[in-house]
């Protein structure tokens, strides 16, 4: 099992909280012979936000295909994690983008605040295209909840992650 919580602020107003984030998960898949726990010191990445910089899912390959669906490209070395299955990260960064993509069409507005977010990783991707089907609800108080499933469509359309997040309407 692994676990991890953060909270993140702004680097110019550290009293300002942007977020919290925690998390845990199970390992479902063994890491290749010989790879060991990497030493990551002295590798960290310090990227400061620019109107030049792509949007995430642009960074990750994400895609917005003619039926309106979100994808990631079939499996590459640059999407895997250590044993060759779909790393979180693309999958958390396409599952984020169709939500709010959802909830905007259902609102008819972009002006949204993520107040929830679960998602539940259900089994390994392994060859791809990944394809997000999702669903919208829109509440009371100004409030639309999204449900989502990520499908490895190259390994028998097999749902490989459930989302779910709750946006609250801002002006």
């Known amino acids: 099992m692994g676990y991890g919580r953060c909270k993140i602020v702004d680097a110019d107003n550290p009293d300002r909280v942007i977020a919290f984030n925690e998390g845990q998960g199970a390992i479902i898949g063994i890491p290749p012979e010989g790879l060991g726990k990497m030493d990551v010191s002295g590798t960290e990445l310090v990227i400061e ?50 939500a709010i993509d959802l909830a905007a069409e259902a609102v008819g507005t972009r002006k949204l605040q993520v107040v929830s977010w679960h998602v539940m990783f259900m089994s390994r991707g392994k060859v791809g295209p990944f394809r997000v089907d999702g669903t919208a609800h829109v509440g009371g108080s100004g409030k639309v909840g999204v449900r989502m499933l990520l499908h490895d469509e190259g390994n028998g359309n097999k749902a490989v992650t459930s989302a779910a997040a709750v946006f609250e309407i801002v002006d």
Do not use: M, Y
């Open 49 to 98: 936000d620019s109107p030049d910089l792509p949007p995430l899912w642009q960074a990750f390959g994400a895609s917005k295909r003619p039926d309106n669906r979100w994808q990631l490209p079939a499996l590459s070395e640059e999407l895997a994690s250590p044993d060759a299955a779909l790393h979180i990260g693309p999958q958390h960064v396409v599952l984020e983008t169709a």
